[in-house]
């Protein structure tokens, strides 16, 4: 039963508290600003790309390197365990390691746009940053990363990702955690009491427990979900629209 619960709890958790995911907007249409006056000079050996975004500003960044790196934490967890009579009998302890992995960029400055920025011919990726917190249709623009592969004069245009943050179902999603311990519990202290003697005179006492435990842990849980569906936010994708641009 306890097994039940934590899965369920995970699984709630999980869903309820990732942003409802929108579809991303039209790509852009290939317009492009002139940007003649800010092409700079050629570079040897790299490919001109003019960038713009269709929201406001960004300051454009090419990827040079990426540095990994992993961070292992132990937890160790100590559990009383009890008999059949509600007697403290032993102590289980457990150990559980979790493996966090963390990214480190080399960052190229390439322009603000909109510009043009010179690429070494192949493979690049770009990273679209704003200079300041901007929005569309009430959700915050974030940075945009764009494949490019450059071989030839290329125009790039991207409508950045975008998120509408609440508090993500995190509150709601502790109420589900907190109706989820009343279920455990609930469901341990009922059949428990069927255990007692009579003898003891508390029988009663923990079926009542039991199922006050239950009913406040399933109300908690209902109220959870829909407070955390309520407030889960809303994440919409980048669109990005790239063109050759014909040879001057």
Request: hydrophobic share 40%.
């Given at each position: 039963?306890?097994t ?40 040897a ?27 292992n ?35 190229e400055?390439l ?38 592969t ?8 991207a ?19 907190l ?37 406040v ?18 994440r ?13």
């Amino acid at each position: 039963m306890k097994t039940m619960v934590a899965l369920t709890v995970l699984a709630a958790f999980s869903f309820q508290c990732s942003p409802v995911l929108v579809a991303p907007p039209a790509a852009p249409a290939q317009a492009l600003p002139d940007v003649s006056e800010v092409s700079g000079a050629p570079v040897a050996e790299r490919v001109p790309v003019a960038l713009d975004v269709v929201d406001g500003s960004v300051a454009a960044y090419r990827t040079v390197a990426q540095h990994d790196e992993q961070f292992n934490t132990t937890v160790n967890v100590s559990t009383r365990v009890y008999d059949s009579h509600g007697n403290y009998d032993h102590t289980e302890h457990r150990s559980s390691t979790y493996t966090t992995y963390v990214s480190d960029y080399d960052l190229e400055p390439l322009c603000v746009t909109p510009c043009v920025a010179w690429l070494p011919k192949g493979s690049s990726e770009l990273r679209l940053t704003p200079l300041h917190p901007m929005t569309r249709d009430g959700r915050d623009l974030k940075e945009a990363l764009v494949s490019v592969t450059a071989t030839a004069p290329l125009a790039v245009r991207a409508n950045l990702p975008s998120e509408h943050v609440m508090d993500h179902g995190v509150l709601g999603a502790s109420f589900i955690v907190l109706g989820a311990m009343g279920l455990a519990g609930g469901a341990i202290a009922a059949p428990f009491s069927l255990t007692r003697d009579p003898s003891y005179g508390d029988r009663d006492a923990w079926l009542t427990g039991g199922l006050v435990s239950l009913g406040v842990g399933a109300g908690l849980v209902l109220v959870g979900t829909i407070l955390a569906l309520a407030t889960r936010g809303s994440r919409q994708q980048q669109s990005v629209t790239q063109w050759l641009l014909p040879p001057k």
